[in-house]
């Protein structure tokens, strides 16, 4: 049995880990080596630290000209560990360990918003670029220490969960590095950076100018709350919660006053705080959510089913959720595969989140390539980017892009691969 266990978790994470590196080592392939190289920062802090111990870290490049005020800050993916047997296989690998960093690097070019190609990003070629490492299996949250015996090398390891003290050391690196001065900032991540977003981006506000024109992009972090009989992932990410104890470090605290009540007579629910599905709605800080209804991650991970109709169900779901949770209330097909709506303003106080849809089958992928109605991922959150900051009318009107299209959708993905 603990052989199947030990085969099932490691198989499972390299999975996820396999996709991450693939991103990575194709957005180094592609990379501008002249101008989008970030050097390491090294965090002091003694509690800033990866799975294994050693130091967190993230990678700085500084902006220039028009952009020298002005911040983009993004969250690296890789995954998720809920058992300390995960975490541990984890702690081995460039996302649990930063004692294979460079001292350089390039920024991933698979996230157009950190090129420094002004043809690709620009808006934010030139401004400072920060790529934190992700290396606590947790979304940048928890605060946690255990030691873990191996059951068959019996090999003890002390095993550091801490995202929440990582998080705020890099915070405090930055705010000496000028982002206390910030004309503008935009916090991105992807995969477990993409919830690291919905998560974090209200923290991230905090102690910064009211001035400050702040915004946050999620790609491909809406994970539904769906359990799978296989991969069982909402018991997993339950699981992971409580391992690095989450309620005690890192959780919005809005959602954790919501949902600290019993669920059902089943105990607290604040677990539901590590999915952006309760997160969105209470969420002060205006969000892009570039977003894949056919996530290539979630097919494989979450539902673990190949079929047309499972997948197509799937996505349904996640369209339902995501078209309601930015505000709109109904949606109609049309004879047209694709779809582009702006909802009239409303008096409202929330933020005027932005939507881009599509149903290409990917996770993590070029922003630039997706086209719905011939609009890139890139050029939609430009464009929701200027609409709000235009008028205070604007900034309560989400705009959303939503490619409605039956999977599977080979052309939705035929500039991407």
Same mark, same amino acid.
């Given at each position: 049995?603990?052989?199947?266990?030990?085969?099932?978790?490691?198989?499972?994470?390299?999975?996820?880990?396999?996709?991450?590196?693939?991103?990575?080592?194709?957005?180094?392939?592609?990379?501008?080596?002249?101008?989008?190289?970030?050097?390491?920062?090294?965090?002091?802090?003694?509690?800033?630290?990866?799975?294994?111990?050693?130091?967190?870290?993230?990678?700085?490049?500084?902006?220039?000209?028009?952009?020298?005020?002005?911040?983009?800050?993004?969250?690296?993916?890789?995954?998720?560990?809920?058992?300390?047997?995960?975490?541990?296989?984890?702690?081995?690998?460039?996302?649990?360990?930063?004692?294979?960093?460079?001292?350089?690097?390039?920024?991933?070019?698979?996230?157009?918003?950190?090129?420094?190609?002004?043809?690709?990003?620009?808006?934010?070629?030139?401004?400072?670029?920060?790529?934190?490492?992700?290396?606590?299996?947790?979304?940048?949250?928890?605060?946690?220490?255990?030691?873990?015996?191996?059951?068959?090398?019996?090999?003890?390891?002390?095993?550091?969960?801490?995202?929440?003290?990582?998080?705020?050391?890099?915070?405090?690196?930055?705010?000496?590095?000028?982002?206390?001065?910030?004309?503008?900032?935009?916090?991105?991540?992807?995969?477990?950076?993409?919830?690291?977003?919905?998560?974090?981006?209200?923290?991230?506000?905090?102690?910064?100018?009211?001035?400050?024109?702040?915004?946050?992009?999620?790609?491909?972090?809406?994970?539904?709350?769906?359990?799978?009989?296989?991969?069982?992932?909402?018991?997993?990410?339950?699981?992971?919660?409580?391992?690095?104890?989450?309620?005690?470090?890192?959780?919005?605290?809005?959602?954790?006053?919501?949902?600290?009540?019993?669920?059902?007579?089943?105990?607290?629910?604040?677990?539901?705080?590590?999915?952006?599905?309760?997160?969105?709605?209470?969420?002060?800080?205006?969000?892009?959510?570039?977003?894949?209804?056919?996530?290539?991650?979630?097919?494989?991970?979450?539902?673990?089913?190949?079929?047309?109709?499972?997948?197509?169900?799937?996505?349904?779901?996640?369209?339902?959720?995501?078209?309601?949770?930015?505000?709109? *209330?109904?949606?109609?097909?049309?004879?047209?595969?694709?779809? @582009?709506? $702006? %909802? #009239? =303003? /409303?008096?409202?106080?929330? +933020?005027?989140?932005?939507?881009?849809?599509?149903?290409?089958?990917?996770?993590?992928?070029?922003?630039?390539?997706?086209?719905?109605?011939?609009? *890139?991922?890139?050029?939609?959150?430009?464009?929701?980017?200027? @609409?709000? $900051? %235009? #008028? =205070? /009318?604007?900034?309560?009107? +989400?705009?959303?892009?939503?490619?409605?299209?039956?999977?599977?959708?080979?052309?939705?993905?035929?500039?991407?691969?």
């Amino acid at each position: 049995i603990n052989m199947f266990v030990r085969s099932y978790h490691t198989r499972s994470l390299h999975i996820g880990l396999l996709l991450f590196a693939g991103l990575w080592v194709l957005s180094c392939a592609h990379a501008h080596q002249a101008d989008n190289i970030g050097h390491i920062q090294w965090l002091r802090e003694p509690d800033a630290i990866c799975l294994d111990g050693s130091p967190a870290a993230y990678y700085f490049a500084p902006g220039s000209a028009a952009g020298k005020h002005k911040w983009v800050i993004w969250h690296e993916g890789g995954g998720f560990c809920a058992t300390m047997e995960a975490c541990w296989v984890r702690s081995f690998t460039m996302v649990g360990s930063s004692r294979k960093y460079p001292a350089t690097a390039p920024f991933p070019t698979t996230f157009d918003q950190l090129a420094s190609d002004q043809t690709v990003n620009p808006m934010m070629y030139n401004w400072n670029r920060v790529y934190i490492k992700y290396c606590d299996g947790a979304s940048f949250t928890g605060n946690a220490q255990y030691r873990y015996q191996d059951n068959i090398t019996k090999q003890t390891t002390d095993l550091y969960m801490k995202g929440t003290a990582i998080l705020t050391a890099v915070k405090n690196s930055l705010l000496h590095k000028g982002l206390q001065n910030a004309s503008a900032l935009l916090i991105g991540g992807c995969s477990a950076g993409g919830l690291a977003v919905y998560m974090h981006i209200d923290w991230w506000r905090q102690g910064l100018p009211a001035t400050t024109h702040f915004v946050g992009l999620a790609d491909s972090g809406y994970f539904l709350d769906y359990e799978s009989p296989l991969t069982q992932f909402v018991t997993k990410m339950k699981s992971m919660f409580a391992l690095h104890n989450i309620s005690g470090a890192g959780v919005h605290p809005e959602c954790h006053r919501r949902y600290r009540s019993t669920d059902r007579g089943e105990g607290p629910a604040s677990w539901k705080c590590v999915f952006a599905r309760y997160l969105l709605p209470l969420v002060r800080t205006p969000i892009f959510v570039l977003q894949s209804k056919y996530d290539a991650y979630q097919k494989r991970m979450i539902l673990n089913e190949t079929s047309h109709d499972a997948v197509s169900r799937y996505g349904h779901t996640l369209t339902s959720q995501l078209l309601s949770l930015v505000n709109i *209330t109904t949606h109609t097909s049309s004879s047209h595969t694709n779809t @582009h709506i $702006t %909802t #009239t =303003a /409303t008096t409202t106080t929330r +933020p005027s989140h932005g939507l881009f849809l599509d149903a290409c089958a990917r996770h993590c992928s070029f922003s630039s390539r997706i086209r719905i109605d011939r609009v *890139t991922g890139m050029n939609a959150f430009l464009r929701w980017y200027q @609409h709000h $900051t %235009t #008028t =205070a /009318t604007a900034r309560h009107t +989400p705009i959303v892009y939503h490619q409605n299209a039956p999977f599977p959708c080979r052309s939705c993905c035929e500039n991407v691969y």
